[in-house]
């Protein structure tokens, strides 16, 4: 099995965040490489979670869906990220599904490799307790940013956590979202229909905030779509995330 090592790698994970260098190389000598091809369900919502999977390549939906049939995505993860961190700790189901958006391959660690190891190392514990900790802060503000910001607010947060995280400047200074976005694919993140999402988009465009054009999103202006009233003039509020 080829040897993988991990210096700035998987540092924002839950788990492999709170681990030394050493460690973390350790951790992966004991686990398995992993593919899985577009569209192919990872894990499905309430199986149990008894692995992670350290993904290498590729992109992997987080979504779930609601009793009257909405698919709602809750991120989109990648390279260097880690998935099913939380069931693997408490043991419980998984809490949402996981498919491939593209081809992914990665590494799958069990319960009984973390678990084990976490037993015998106090530090790496204390670090994914202050980790947890952080991530709970986190998901409190989303969800009241979620309740008192309009759909343009989430729309224009949506697309700026895009820009955050697979943006790429030009020349020019504006930034190109590596990843193709379907207008879809902002609604089910952002909470809004689909017809909303053209329209605040087509509107952005307009005023000279942003491109899109099959998928490709451009951010000309990340300042102004922070301020704009198109945003519900939320800028406090997209700031704080």
């Known amino acids: 099995m080829k040897e993988y090592t991990v210096e700035n790698d998987y540092a924002k ?104 190891y976490l037993k015998h190392n106090t530090d790496a514990c204390f670090g994914v307790i202050e980790t947890l900790c952080s991530r709970v802060r986190n998901a409190s503000n989303m969800f009241e940013t979620l309740a008192l910001t309009s759909a343009g607010a989430r729309l224009a947060r949506c697309v700026i956590r895009f820009s955050e995280k697979w943006g790429v400047p030009d020349a020019n200074g504006a930034i190109r979202i590596e990843h193709s976005i379907s207008q879809s694919d902002l609604g089910e993140f952002s909470g809004i229909a689909r017809e909303n999402v053209n329209r605040y988009m087509k509107s952005w465009s307009k005023d000279g905030l942003l491109r899109f054009n099959k998928g490709e999103i451009t951010l000309l202006d990340t300042c102004l779509l922070y301020t704009s009233d198109a945003a519900d003039e939320s800028s406090s509020v997209l700031r704080a995330g």
């Open 13 to 116: 994970s839950l788990l492999f965040g709170a681990l030394s260098e050493q460690d973390r190389d350790y951790l992966l000598k004991q686990g398995q490489t992993s593919h899985y091809i577009k569209g192919q369900t990872i894990f499905s919502r309430g199986e149990e979670g008894d692995w992670i999977l350290l993904i290498q390549q590729g992109v992997v939906e987080i979504s779930v869906v609601s009793l009257n049939g909405r698919k709602s995505v809750l991120n989109l993860m990648e390279k260097d990220e880690v998935l099913g961190e939380i069931a693997l700790l408490d043991r419980r189901e998984r809490s949402a599904d996981a498919v491939a958006k593209s081809d992914v391959s990665g590494i799958v660690l069990t319960r009984h490799n973390m678990i084990d």
